[in-house]
């Protein structure tokens, strides 16, 4: 079975910084793209960052400059530094990455079960 946990969230003042990781483990044959996601309460959930197995990046014009989202293939991990976070940036953040299991032909995608970030003073 394939799975994905988040770590590292928390509280944080603003301006300072948060790493979040999610690694993806199981019968895992390869990762394609892999992404951040997050749900504040009362809201949809949204993207934050994206990263294809080759490095190309995408960001939320809301988080440009202030997050990095980032990966090790070696460990099936994706993170995301968060810098200069603001009280506006509090919220669940999940993680998703497209996953082919080692025994199916097909790439399927997978979410973590989320991690909360407080940004608070």
């Known amino acids: 079975q394939v799975q994905l946990v988040e770590s590292g969230g928390g509280l944080v003042q603003p301006g300072g910084s948060l790493r979040l990781s999610c690694a993806a483990s199981?019968?895992?044959?390869?990762?394609?793209?892999m992404g951040w996601y997050r749900q504040a309460p009362g809201k949809q959930r949204e993207l934050v960052a994206t990263i294809t197995s080759g490095g190309s990046t995408n960001y939320a014009d809301s988080v440009k400059g202030r997050f990095t989202i980032s990966r090790d293939n070696a460990k099936n991990t994706v993170y995301l530094q968060m810098n200069s976070p603001k009280p506006e940036d509090t919220a669940v953040y999940y993680c998703n990455a497209d996953i082919r299991g080692r025994f199916t032909y097909r790439y399927s995608v997978y979410w973590g079960q989320g991690t909360q970030v407080t940004v608070s003073s």
């Open positions: 199981g019968s895992i044959f390869s990762i394609n793209a």
